[in-house]
Nanobody
Framework: QVQLVESGGGLVQAGGSLRLSCAASGSIFRLSAMGWYRQAPGKQRELVATITTDNSTNYADSMKGRFTISRGSAKNTLYLQMNTLKPEDTAVYYC???????????????WGQGTQVTVSS
C-alpha cells in the first residue's frame, strides 16, 4: 500500500553532521503525520522527532537543538538534519508515516527499511 524509502545514513565523526531523507509513495488518501525514529542494538525503537501536516514539530529531549525535522517542497518527503552528532546517536534510523488509505477512520502506520547512522568517537 505505502512504501517509505530512507537515504543519507553513513559514518561520521563525533561533532559531524548528516542529513537523512525519506520519500513516501503509494495509496495515501490523507497523511496524518510523519516522523523519524531510531533503534540501537538491544534497545527499543525510540522517538527522534515528528512533524504534522501543519508543520508542528516534536523532538525527544536529547535531540532538541541538534536535530531538525522538516518536510520537503514535494509532498510526502521528509528530512532530518542532524548536527553535533554524538556516539550515542549511533542507530538505525527509520522513517514513519501515519496515513489514512481511504475515507474510513482507520489510521495505518508504515515504516521504511531504515538507514544506518554510525558516529565514531
Amino acid at each position: 500500500q505505502v512504501q517509505l524509502v530512507e537515504s543519507g545514513g553513513g559514518l561520521v565523526q563525533a561533532g559531524g553532521s548528516l542529513r537523512l531523507s525519506c520519500a513516501a509513495s503509494g495509496s495515501i488518501f490523507r497523511l496524518s503525520a510523519m516522523g523519524w525514529y531510531r533503534q540501537a542494538p538491544g534497545k527499543q525503537r525510540e522517538l527522534v522527532a515528528t512533524i504534522t501536516t501543519d508543520n508542528s514539530t516534536n523532538y525527544a529531549d536529547s535531540m532538541k537543538g541538534r536535530f531538525t525535522i522538516s518536510r520537503g517542497s514535494a509532498k510526502n518527503t521528509l528530512y532530518l538534519q542532524m548536527n553535533t552528532l554524538k556516539p550515542e546517536d549511533t542507530a538505525v534510523y527509520y522513517c514513519n508515516a501515519r496515513v489514512y488509505t481511504s475515507s474510513l477512520p482507520y489510521l495505518f502506520s508504515y515504516w521504511g527499511q531504515g538507514t544506518q547512522v554510525t558516529v565514531s568517537s
